[in-house]
């Protein structure tokens, strides 16, 4: 099967492409390793299976050769709908995408390919023959003199020269940007380390002016492929065509917006040798869902249910100046379909918000105190006949915070939503280092910034590496981790990381997180584990984003109530 996965604003799209034409859905089974796991399946594949290195390369080029095709055909489909010549768009779509195009419809187009002395350079003059054979003129530029190429490299350029394909060496040949169409980059791959550095940093710095389609072979050079931190300078892909298996740093701002559209293909590694490597982690999918969670993404409800097999969501939240984050919390939870909601709030705001939401009992706590240690023992007494806490939409900051905290946190026996002001409490008072390690399922649901807060580290350095940090976070600290943001990432407490595919830039508005504590709280009601939970709550609140925002006229109005009725 072939994946597809598409940059759409900063949603994360996986088109199947195995079927006729292109549905947008997101399935299959995807899954992303580290920059060493691929060396190492590369390596395998070469020595111990025995499959030469240039059976790969063949492979890579090939693939690569087929994408800018689709590439150059998609572009001259889209010049044809706007000059309105439907006919011709018909004859394009026929001889697409199978076989070698017709040749006449790519006879302008020009590519410069980019190629490094590793075998990701290989890869890339691999796929000059197969453009070259489709009717395109390319032209490679070399980064370095033979004398430091790799093995593989060196024996594809000398199949090149003896084929015609023009060359040129960096540095030493004259060059006019001006006469090519389109660039592929295959400087650096899995081998690169750092930022880019002489004639390679250059190329990048060059290609990137041109402001030219790029597309990349297997990573853009200057991403590190296994956090998606961008090196200086670093190229700006229109496509990036991941040879094998998705890399892990492509699935994470910034490197996937560096990558633009990514598409995954195979090169012929065995599947029995790619099945023996454990996933640095999984694209969130219905089949990931499902396979790898356990979870039924249709939520079938038993025919002879009552609201008692749904469990009661008890979220303690709000204060007087942000008494909407209780509301939207208790209200996505029922929307997530739990049996029962109930909110426990200060009591001098009960009478501002009772029956706002009518299905949801209210449940005033703290006296004219508010929130502080004695409510926190009462938000107690209301869980023993309630199955799920969710604890910090819109709590603020008070007197008696930590012990409020920690009185909840050690004390309560029910799997435990943390989220917002908690978090910051939480951080504020060392609780996970100095507080009893809880039993029952926990959650932390930070944005970079409580992330930060809780980490002891800065928002720049969380966002390095996101997906190392949680995983890192969830493993030492044994709870489950949702660090929030574009490409929302769930980290298990044994270890596992699954990557969010939903939502929409839309969502980034005051209230979302408060519906997606809901969702997640009305997850763990229902019965779910914490990895399910926050992996099916966070793929529910997308898709619901996502839903929401197309019913507006900019993704922009979307309001975290929308989010909600789009459940
Ligand atoms: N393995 C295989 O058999 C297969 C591999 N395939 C393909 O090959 C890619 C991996 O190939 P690879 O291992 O040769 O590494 P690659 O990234 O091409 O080059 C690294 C070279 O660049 C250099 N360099 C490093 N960092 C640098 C920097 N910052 N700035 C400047 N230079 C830098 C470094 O040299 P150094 O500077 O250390 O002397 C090193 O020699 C993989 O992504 C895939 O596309 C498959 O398609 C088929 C089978
Ligand atoms: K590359």
Redesign the pocket.
Known sequence: MIDKVRNMGNGLHVEDRSGKGNRSRRRGVLQFIS?AQ??TL??Q??QEIGLP?AV??E???RAIAAEVVRFCLDQKVHKVNRGGQGRLQRRIWDEYPNGVSNPNSLELEHWLVLV????????GIAAARYLVDSGLCVTLLY?TSEQ?M?I??LAQAAIAQKLGIPSKLYGRDDLAYGQFTGIID????????????????EMIDQANLTGLPIMC???P??VD?DTGAL?HPCIQARVTLC??VLKAGLTQYPGAHAAGTVVVRS?GIPAKLAANVKPAGFVLTDEILERELGVDPARLRDSDGHKGTYGHVLVAAGSSTMSGAGLLASKAALRAGCGLATWALPEALAPHVAGAVPELMLAPVGGSMGWGAAAAHEVLRLLETRDVLAVGPGLGRFEEEGAFLRALWEGAPRPLVVDADALNILAAAGGLAAWKRRESATILTPHPGEMARLAGVSTAEVQRDRLGLARAFALEHGITLVLKGSRTVVAAPDGRIFVNTTGTPGMATGGAGDVLTGIIAGQLAQGLSAEQAAAFGVHLHGLAGERAAALRNSPASLLAGDIIEQL
Request: charged share 20%; no cysteine; proline share 2%.
């Open positions: 920059s691929m060396r590369d390596e594949t070469i290195a790969l390369i492979n890579a080029g490094g002395k590793g075998n990701n350079g290989a890869d980064a430091e790799s593989e490299t295959a400087l650096l791959g899995t081998g690169s380390r750092g930022n880019p550095r002489g004639n390679v940093a072979a297997d990573i050079s200057g492929a090196y040879l094998g090169i």
